[in-house]
Nanobody, 127 residues
């Protein structure tokens, strides 16, 4: 059974930083696209960033240059991170990590839908 558990959310002032973590079990990162999404009530879910099956990251335009998606491996356990710098009030949302097997045909680029989701962690940025 695949499980994803996010942590690291919280409240921060504009300009600050946070690092979200996503611990997983039941999957091998190299076989999945690993992504971070966010959602505000009443708005569509937005993919913030992802790492594809060959380790290439991609980002939404709204976070490029400020957010970094990374994977660390320690003792055969992998953790997905989202490092968020220069946070803005509009970054306030529930953040989710997700794992998926779909890619754009002929490429390693991640595609939706993602197969597995965590429960989310709240990020609140005050001005």
């Amino acid at each position: 059974e695949v499980q994803l558990v996010e942590s690291g959310g919280g409240s921060v002032q504009a300009g600050g930083s946070l690092r979200l973590s996503c611990a997983s079990s039941g999957l091998t990162y190299s076989s999945y696209c690993m992504g971070w999404f966010r959602q505000v009530p009443g708005k569509e879910r937005e993919r913030v960033g992802a790492i594809d099956t060959v380790g290439l990251p991609s980002y939404a335009d709204s976070v490029k240059g400020r957010f970094t998606v990374s994977i660390s491996k320690d003792n055969a356990k992998s953790t997905l991170y989202l490092t968020m710098n220069s946070l803005k009030p509009e970054d306030t949302a529930m953040y989710y990590c997700a794992a998926g097997t779909w890619v754009v045909a002929g490429t390693s680029r991640c595609a939706e839908p993602y197969n597995y989701w965590g429960q989310g962690t709240q990020v609140t940025v005050s001005s």
